[in-house]
């Protein structure tokens, strides 16, 4: 009886456990949309401001750097929506093992 009940606790934290992790990664997916709108934002921003120092010619270290990091961000940007687009075709098959439970009346 007492084997019973520590296998029943073991098994009862280790759902629990699993239900957290699944709660964290659910709120991390919520979050890459709002980043992904930030990220484009600033870049817009940083792609204005190196515009208006080229135009007044100005030179230093930062224009390269800045040049260095809009091509990165694109190019990570860019590997992001290939992903994003893929998963779609796949039709997120992923998604169906972690629908909401619906209430039962």
């Not at 208006?52 to 860019?78: R, W």
């Amino acid at each position: 009886m007492a084997a019973t009940l520590r296998s029943l606790g073991t098994k009862t934290r280790t759902c629990r456990r699993a239900m957290r992790v699944e709660n964290v990664l659910a709120e991390s997916r919520m979050m890459i949309p709002d980043c992904h709108k930030r990220l484009e934002a600033t870049l817009a921003e940083l792609e204005a401001t190196l515009a208006e120092l080229k135009e007044s010619e100005e030179q230093g270290v930062e224009i390269g750097e800045a040049e260095t990091v809009i091509t990165e961000v694109e190019t990570v940007s860019e590997q992001f929506e290939d992903k994003l687009t893929s998963q779609e075709r796949r039709g997120r098959s992923h998604e169906k093992w972690h629908k909401p439970q619906q209430a039962q009346a």
